[in-house]
């Protein structure tokens, strides 16, 4: 179903450290491929659908001839990543994890990170 390019692309995007998972979805919020279980897929991509239609449509509102291009959103624990594309958007969820190197006090820790994707992948 996906050309090499795209595979070879998620196994890129997979290996990224902290990386937790990569879902894509339909333009309707229908997982088409994920690199998570089924029962974490289904959670995911239900609630950020529904996230990622109400950010769009704010952004009509305020600009009818603006669209989403991008949504990051970052918690304590978790960073997911979303690019809505012309038939769909991706997701990708990111871990927080332990580097074991010392931080500077202003530096943020790393979060984990998802990424998802429609017809355009987050490279």
Not at 33 to 47: C, E, I, M, R
Not at 65 to 74: E, K
């Amino acid at each position: 179903m996906f050309c090499a390019e795209v595979e070879e692309t998620l196994k890129r995007i997979q290996s990224q450290k902290g990386v937790q998972g990569i879902i894509i979805v339909n333009s309707e919020g229908i997982p088409v491929k994920t690199t998570l279980d089924n029962s974490s897929t289904v959670h995911y991509a239900g609630l950020i659908h529904q996230l990622v239609m109400k950010a769009r449509s704010t952004v009509r509102d305020i600009d009818p001839q603006n669209d989403l291009t991008f949504l990051r959103v970052r918690s304590k624990k978790n960073e997911i990543m979303i690019a809505p594309g012309g038939w769909g958007f991706s997701r990708g969820v990111h871990t927080h994890s332990d580097t074991g190197r010392e931080q500077h006090p202003t530096q943020r820790p790393r979060r984990p990170r998802t990424f998802l994707s429609g017809d355009k992948l987050i490279y």
